[in-house]
């Protein structure tokens, strides 16, 4: 069975830092694209960034600069240091993991409020 389970999500003062956590099993991990979307409170999913199997990264343009994604294929572990943090920044956040199917988290809740 597979399971991506996101943690670090909470409330933070604009300017500050999380960093997220997704720890997955039940694939292959090193072989898979991994990624992080989020889904801001009335829009739409949107991509923030992916690592592919090599280290690789992509980040959409609103996090570039901000956004560090990483992972640990020993620890099966993809993470996102988020610093700088803004109020649109406020989302659910959601890990994937990806290769011919694409398999998600149940997402961690990121808040950016003073």
């Known amino acids: 069975q597979v399971q991506l389970v996101e943690s670090g999500g909470g409330l933070v003062q604009p300017g500050g830092s999380l960093r997220l956590s997704c720890a997955v099993s039940?694939?292959?991990?090193?072989?898979?694209?991994m990624g992080w979307y989020r889904q801001p409170p009335g829009k739409q999913r949107e991509l923030v960034a992916t690592v592919t199997s090599d280290g690789s990264t992509n980040y959409a343009d609103s996090v570039k600069g901000r956004f560090t994604i990483s992972r640990d294929n020993a620890k099966n572990t993809v993470y996102l240091q988020m610093n700088s943090l803004e109020p649109g920044d406020t989302a659910v956040y959601y890990c994937?993991?990806?290769?011919?199917?694409?398999?998600w988290g149940k997402g961690t809740l990121v808040t950016v409020s003073s």
């Open positions: 994937t993991a990806q290769r011919l199917s694409i398999y």
């Open positions: 039940g694939i292959a991990f090193s072989t898979y694209l």
